[in-house]
């Protein structure tokens, strides 16, 4: 069965360092969004994507990310320069077709431990 | 701001035992309500989507309600086995973006 995969599983970096996650979403799928939960937190939406731009976001993605499909597979989440706040779980996710009522297929998410 | 509430944090139920617990969600602006089950180091699984006040949907021992009019949807499991053990989530679809509970931990007791 297809399946979201994400890498790295876990990421450390220092306080200050652009990281970039990285997301392989379902091959047919058309949305894709990211996701964070920092620890002992709700899961928040940061951003979705369609058609090669950003659909929505939320007030969390701010200039310090941005996201990006650079080619026909990847979907990627870069922040620019790390803060201590920054460190949660990342998920990324994708569906089929446009908007609301559609099951999200979310990866396994990547641990981001800013230092 | 849209809230989504889930209760109980945690629960902890006997093996053949039924549960169920509850997720609360606002009343306006309604597209669709989803549950995951989410394991330790696993990807979410999507359990449902429901649209429709009235809504009853069911997965082998899993089923969910929904009333979209008073703002909430239960999810039950019946007959709780070792493997359902869990998270579970559910998080209000307002179209373009899912707001998500706290969830409820699901612990069952050999």
């Known amino acids: ?115 | 701001i849209l809230n989504v509430e889930q209760s109980p944090q945690s629960l902890h139920v006997q093996e053949g035992d039924s549960t169920n617990f509850t997720c609360s969600f606002p009343s306006s602006n309604f597209y669709a309500l989803h549950w995951y089950r989410w394991e330790t180091a696993k990807s979410p699984e999507a359990l449902f989507v429901m649209t429709l006040n009235g809504d009853e949907k069911k997965k082998g021992r899993i089923s969910a309600t929904l009333n979209t009019k008073e703002g909430y949807s239960y999810l039950y499991i019946k007959g709780s086995q070792p493997e359902d053990s869990a998270t579970y989530l559910c998080a209000f679809d307002s179209n373009y973006q899912l707001i998500w509970g706290a969830g409820t931990k699901l612990i069952i007791k050999p």
């Open chain 1, 1 to 115: 069965e297809p399946e979201v995969t994400q890498t790295p599983s876990h990421q450390v970096t220092q306080m200050g360092q652009e990281v970039i996650l990285r997301c392989v979403p379902i091959s047919n799928h058309l949305y894709f969004y990211w996701y964070r939960q920092i620890l002992g937190q709700k899961v928040e939406f940061l951003v979705s994507f369609y058609n090669n731009e950003i659909s929505e976001k939320s007030e969390i993605f701010d200039d310090q990310f941005s996201v990006e499909r650079p080619d026909g597979s990847n979907f990627t989440l870069k922040i620019r320069s790390t803060k201590l706040e920054d460190s949660a779980m990342y998920f990324c996710a994708s569906t089929p077709r446009t908007g609301g009522q559609e099951t999200q297929y979310f990866g396994p998410g990547t641990r981001l431990l800013v230092l």
